[in-house]
């Protein structure tokens, strides 16, 4: 059904006398309205005129429709041919819409014919392709394109054109053969013998004065004048704009305090969009309220710097958090969002004397970190263009990423102090090790030197030696475990053999090792409160026992002999029980009671404290608790005042071992009924 014929080569077949010249797109457009204008401004009541409009796109026909919705209406016969990209089909419409095949020769022509009672024109060229073809160039859509035809008044030119592409029409509108035909008869008869045709002239036009085209080109070159300053302007906004992206990208780059890059973004912003307020403050999503930190204001405007900006109860943060995309108001008198909702957001505007609002986010990755508010203040409303919505949000990214950036920083500061902190722990552990090995060796080396080298020592002095390097050597046993048990704990290398216990036999085994270890005459009074019929817990009975001694023997070590060390036990809850070990003996300051359970950690320094231990029980008592899911921590008044140790403990749950014991019971009843 295509056809790979061009028209202008059959029109010059037709009048081989005829000549072509050459034409740019923009005098194509000029020559096309001006004739279209001439349909337009003439009286059409009895003129009805034959119109065929060729675009080779439907893209090319989608900015001329309107005018022919127009042209239309004037005569039955107009034709409008396109090679469809989305919507144009073959369909009768306001006109005949035809729909031809992209291989078809008209893909590449550009054709408009117009025949009335009084005059006749026709436009008839093809595309000059004077570059190699790619995507590229046909996808372009400048001035440069160049096309070869017949510009000419001559109505057996014009006629011979319409018969051509009537001819073409009714190829691919079959069911248009009869209204075809009657165009041909109504338009097209007076077409002469070609060897009697003379030669025509482009400028010849007998029935028309062609200024009216003159002038219309002419109006035509200086509407693309005007298109080119105001291309210009926009240039050279959106240079401004382009510039004002890349100074506030510099300026937040060459900071990583995340205060000091929302003030210059805030000011930067609000400087180079021209608005009455710009604000740019933190939040997230679950926040109700921002303080407002960072502001830019114009002149006469009302500063709300330091105030609480509300967010739970803002319908438009809201929608921000929905869309996650800016949204923007350009009168908030009119806008639905505004009057849908209660006056707390009314007054608030009020207030602030907001009357257009633009409110973008500052995320990362989806997260919010931020808002930026942009608001116009001035009695008449402005309109919010796209591309400074975009400007906008272009700017809130890199505000994001440079937030990011600070926060990482401030990260690497922080891990920075904690390898600072291990430093100081290693040299601690060190200087432990060292200090506590050395002094029991020592010991033990005076005391067996003693003992060799003095034969004649009497059996007293051999006995105290013998007791005092015992005594050292268990020392440096006890040291050496509390290393061993701590690292076993945070490696995880542990077996955990969890169990029923009674608590009350757990607290009577760890009183009798502290009893046992201890010089009862040194020691402080313990009182066992710990009531009778205490539930079961579910824990690993020797850890357990260790936590308790640990903690006892912690108390008892600082608090002198006249003091009191007392043990409880509470319920929590239903699934929990709280065991208390407190004293009135040292007590510990309020600012260092996160720190004691911290390995190595000795309040009067690791060398020249006056109670004995490593500093590592409290470290180990903390790791056997959270194994189990617990809770420990220390409470204190202060220095003096005594302590109090607590943690958590879960009950044993009966329950579930039942559970388990009947769905173990119906699992081998199950067995013994298939047997």
Not at 31 to 43: G, I, K, P, R, Y
Not at 510 to 530: G, M, W
Not at 625 to 635: L, P, Y
């Amino acid at each position: 059904m295509s056809n790979t014929n061009s028209v202008v080569t059959e029109l010059l077949t037709a009048f081989p006398q005829g000549c072509t010249q050459m034409y740019f797109k923009s005098s194509l457009t000029a020559l096309s309205h001006a004739m279209e204008d001439q349909v337009l401004a003439s009286d059409t009541e009895d003129e009805q005129p034959l119109i065929i409009a060729s675009f080779q796109k439907e893209r090319f026909y989608r900015q001329e429709a309107h005018r022919y919705g127009r042209i239309g209406t004037l005569s039955p016969h107009v034709y409008v041919l396109a090679a469809p990209e989305t919507e144009f089909s073959s369909i009768s419409d306001v006109y005949e819409k035809i729909a031809f095949t992209e291989d078809d020769a008209l893909s590449h022509e550009w054709h408009l014919v117009i025949i009335g009672k009084n005059y006749a024109t026709c436009l008839i060229c093809r595309e000059k392709t004077h570059l190699p073809k790619t995507k590229a160039s046909e996808m372009a859509m400048d001035n440069s394109r160049r096309f070869e035809g017949i510009w000419t008044f001559d109505r057996q030119v014009s006629q011979k054109a319409a018969e051509i592409l009537l001819h073409r029409i009714a190829s691919y509108r079959p069911e248009l053969k009869k209204k075809i035909n009657q165009a041909l008869k109504l338009y097209c008869q007076s077409i002469p013998d070609q060897s009697n045709v003379r030669q025509f002239d482009v400028f010849d036009s007998p029935m028309i004065n062609p200024d009216p085209f003159v002038q219309r080109l002419i109006t035509y070159l200086q509407a693309g004048q005007y298109k080119l300053i105001k291309a210009n302007r926009f240039l050279s906004v959106k240079e401004k704009k382009e510039r004002l992206l890349n100074s506030v990208t510099d300026a937040i780059r060459r900071s990583l305090n995340p205060q000091e890059i929302l003030q210059v973004a805030v000011d930067k912003l609000g400087e180079g969009m021209g608005v009455c307020r710009c604000l740019i403050y933190r939040c997230q999503e679950t926040d109700l309220n921002a303080k407002i930190n960072h502001e830019f204001l114009n002149d006469k405007i009302k500063s709300i710097k330091g105030k609480t900006w509300p967010l739970k109860n803002n319908p438009l943060f809201q929608e921000v958090l929905d869309v996650r995309e800016s949204i923007s108001i350009d009168d908030v008198t009119i806008d639905s969002r505004i009057q849908d909702h209660s006056s707390a957001l009314s007054k608030l505007i009020t207030s602030c004397s907001i009357i257009s609002w633009l409110m973008v986010p500052i995320l990362y990755q989806g997260k919010l970190l931020g808002m930026m508010e942009l608001h116009h203040c001035d009695a008449i409303p402005i309109t919010w263009k796209p591309e400074d919505i975009a400007l906008v949000d272009a700017i809130a990214t890199q505000v994001g990423v440079a937030l990011i950036q600070a926060e990482s920083y401030a990260n690497l500061e922080n891990l920075n102090e904690q390898l600072e902190a291990l430093d100081r722990t290693r040299s601690n552990l060190v200087a432990i090790t060292g200090h506590e090995l050395r002094t029991p060796l020592s010991t033990i080396q005076v005391c067996l030197e003693s003992l060799a080298n003095e034969p004649e020592m009497s059996e007293e002095l051999r006995q105290v030696m013998l007791t005092t390097a015992l005594h050292d050597a268990e020392r440096m046993r006890k040291l050496v475990q509390d290393f061993l048990t701590l690292s076993q704990l945070e490696g995880g290398t542990v077996e955990w053999n969890c169990e029923p216990l009674s608590l009350e036999e757990c607290i009577d085994l760890s009183l009798s090792h502290i009893r046992s270890r201890q010089d009862q005459s040194v020691i402080p009074t313990i009182k066992n409160l710990v009531i009778d019929e205490l539930p079961l817990v579910q824990a690993d009975g020797e850890w357990l026992v260790e936590v308790l001694t640990k903690l006892l023997d912690n108390a008892c070590k600082f608090t002198d002999g006249s003091g009191q060390v007392t043990i409880q036990v509470q319920e929590i809850d239903e699934d929990t029980l709280q065991i208390t070990i407190a004293d009135n003996g040292r007590g510990i300051e309020p600012e260092k009671l996160d720190q004691v359970f911290d390995r190595f950690y000795q309040e009067e320094g690791a060398l020249r404290r006056s109670a004995g231990g490593t500093g590592l029980g409290l470290a180990i008592c903390r790791q056997i608790v959270k194994n189990w899911g617990g809770k420990i921590w220390a409470q204190s008044e202060g220095k003096n005042l005594g302590s109090k140790f607590h943690f958590t403990l879960p009950k044993f749950d009966a329950s579930s071992i039942n559970t388990n014991r009947n769905k173990k019971n119906s699992h081998l009843s199950s067995q013994e009924s298939l047997k």
